[in-house]
């Protein structure tokens, strides 16, 4: 590992240019358990600042369509980059180990009870039995617009591998593995196309 996170945690390295907005900065991270991987629906690195500039969601790197990678967030800091709601970990990669009474519960809700009655239950476990949060988890943003409601552009191979490098510093300095590594739309409800061409090993 080459780079070096300082005390306001900032990862300090040749490879990655400084543009903090300290308004998409929510509360302390304390902990960092895995990396969420994201297109921001935008066309330039440009129009996620200008929206960063106004406060509220976003995360803490973003890899331009050249691979010029931006820090916008302290690695101590929280963003909103996850969403309010997240999806069962359990129903979609390990059904048998869902609580089946109350998982039965939830599943017969209507759905828009039912994802938020699932965002609850979720949250009661630690990680990795369920998705990261915005509590535990670093946001890595791809430019990147979408295409339809299933589509993506794809990911320039100059982001992979600049993602590829990034998150291989983030492996070392969190003791992550890429079994931590996940793509939004994994996460939580969104286009399904976000992040799918995406690479990191
Ligand atoms: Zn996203």
Known sequence: MSSKLNKQGLLIDGRIRQKQFVVIEHGNLDAVHAIVVHQTDGG?????FDSYKQGGNGAHFLIDKDGTIF??????KRCYHVGRLIRSKCLAINRHTCNSEGMAKILA??????????????????????????????GVEL??????????ETVTIAQNASLQWLVGELFSLF???SSDVYRHPEVS?????????????
Do not use: C, F
């Open 143 to 152: 430019v990147g617009k979408h295409i339809d409601d299933k589509t993506y």
């Open 109 to 138: 809700m209507s759905w828009t009870k039912q994802i938020n009655a699932l965002d609850a239950h979720e949250r009661a476990k630690d990680y990795p039995m369920r998705y990261p949060i915005n509590s535990d988890s670093v």
């Open 71 to 76: 820090q916008t967030a302290s690695l101590r």
């Open 175 to 177: 003791n992550l593995t």
């Open 189 to 201: 409800y969104k286009n399904p196309g976000e992040a799918r061409t995406a690479r990191w090993k």
């Open 44 to 48: 330039s690195a440009q129009n996620a």
